[in-house]
């Protein structure tokens, strides 16, 4: 008989989380989908429920689960600012116990384990652009330091299981990722922007906007996180996942006027503490790990990326 993949994927129903997991079914895997809804919604995977293949969960990663899987996608733990800063005590905890509870799974069950770290590992960078090998330039005790340090320290939970333990890792720094699903009050910029062009409110930039950020489209995205699991043994990570088009928030935010077709008006507020200003990976190593370069430019994936939210605040009213 034909032997069926079990795939658990930890923050499913999050905005990441909900299209790798309807990528892999369509992979004919099975997928277990834990979620503690902090930030996912059930409607992100609510067309997938009707799968026979597909299970949902309501679990919170900082404590123990058993199941038996074959591979594991660690996602679980709030991306924007705005929600990892409401409970940062409860980001650690997720990054940390998180990474602990599902090393421990996968140790047990001889899994498999990919984790969603982040670009963040690299703070308010040196190195432009940055490559796996920077330290990075992380304020440890700053407002944003819950996530950042978190997911460094879940890095150091990864690499330590597989030196001790012959976990088989893969690390994944991801970098800032965009595209439907994404929650309209997230915080996060792609988001805002968009919101706020499509209900002619002033555009908020942070700072004098001069800040550089690189947006990769969802699907790029998925496409590596899933070839990165399914690389040769030795490629652990961690591997930058990002599109190289380096964009200013100003720039980004012209964009999105001019593809809405908003009469928008910008505006600018504080800088947020910790800013970093700016981010760009460097991706030869995923070129030549896993041949994988991202395919959609950033104006090709705003355009699904608004008409999505058009829909949402036609939805609201
Ligand atoms: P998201 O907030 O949409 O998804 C995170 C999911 O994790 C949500 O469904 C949330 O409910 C769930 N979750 C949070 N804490 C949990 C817990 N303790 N137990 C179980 N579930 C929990 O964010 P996203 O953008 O889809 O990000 C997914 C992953 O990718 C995160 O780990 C994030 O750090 C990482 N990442 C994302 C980006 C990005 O730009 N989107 C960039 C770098 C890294
Ligand atoms: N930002 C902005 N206006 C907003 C939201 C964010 O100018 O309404 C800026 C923010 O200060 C940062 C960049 O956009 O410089 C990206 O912010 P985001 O929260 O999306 O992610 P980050 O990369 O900072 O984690």
Known sequence: MHYVPRILVTGGAGFIGSFLCERLLDTGAEVLCVDNFFTGRRSNVAHLLENPRFEIMRHDITFPLFVEVDQIYNLACPASPIHYQHDPVQTTKTSVHGAINMLGLAKRVKARILQASTSEVYGDPDVHPQREDYWGNVNPIG??????????????????????????????????????????????????????????????????????????????????????????????????????????????????????????????????????????????????????RPKVTLEDGLRPTIEYFREEIRNLV
């Open 143 to 292: 407002i944003r330091s819950c996530y950042d340090e978190g997911k460094r320290c879940a890095e150091t939970l990864f690499f330590d299981y597989y030196r001790q333990h012959k976990v088989q890792i893969k690390v994944a720094r991801i970098f800032n990722t965009y595209g439907p699903r994404m929650h309209p009050n997230d915080g996060r910029v792609v988001s805002n922007f968009i919101v706020q062009a499509l209900q002619g409110r002033d555009i908020t930039i942070y700072g004098d906007g001069r800040q550089t950020r690189s947006f990769c489209f969802v699907s790029d995205l998925v496409d590596g996180l899933m070839r990165l699991m399914n690389s040769d043994d030795a490629i652990t990570g961690p591997i930058n996942l990002g599109n190289p088009g380096e964009f200013t928030m100003l720039e980004l935010a012209e964009k999105v006027i001019e593809l809405t077709g908003s009469t928008s008006k910008i505006t600018h507020k504080p800088l947020p503490q910790d800013d970093p200003r700016k981010r760009r990976p460097d991706i030869t190593r995923a070129n030549e790990q896993l041949q994988w």
